[in-house]
Nanobody
Framework: QVQLVESGGGLVQAGGSLRLSCAAA????????MGWYRQAPGKQRELVAD???????NFADSVKGRFTISRDNAKNTVYLQMNSLKPEDTAVYYC????????????WGQGTQVTVSS
């Protein structure tokens, strides 16, 4: 069983910064992809950024240049540094872990609220 525990959400003014963390615990194959998705009210969940265990990162166009993603493989932890936040970044942010061992195993955190005020 895999558990993802998120932290770091909150309320910030536009232009501010927040850092999200997500620690994975359990049986985790070393080759995986960890990432962050978000879901705003009335909208579908969307990828924000993800990063492979080898360090290759992928970003949504809307956050490129403002957000960075990093990970500590020894701690099975992924971080999302969010700078120059905008009101449209307001959403529940979910940590995600993908492991492919023949089948694709997809795990989700409980979500953390990020609210950016104008």
């Amino acid at each position: 069983q895999v558990q993802l525990v998120e932290s770091g959400g909150g309320l910030v003014q536009a232009g501010g910064s927040l850092r999200l963390s997500c620690a994975a615990a359990g049986s985790i194959f070393r080759l995986n992809v960890m990432g962050w998705y978000r879901q705003a009210p009335g909208k579908q969940r969307e990828l924000v950024a993800d990063i492979t265990s080898g360090g290759s990162a992928n970003f949504a166009d809307s956050v490129k240049g403002r957000f960075t993603i990093s990970r500590d493989n020894a701690k099975n932890t992924v971080y999302l540094q969010m700078n120059s936040l905008k009101p449209e970044d307001t959403a529940v942010y979910y940590c995600n872990l993908k492991i492919r061992l023949g089948n694709l195993y997809d795990y989700w955190g409980q979500g953390t609220q990020v609210t950016v005020s104008s």
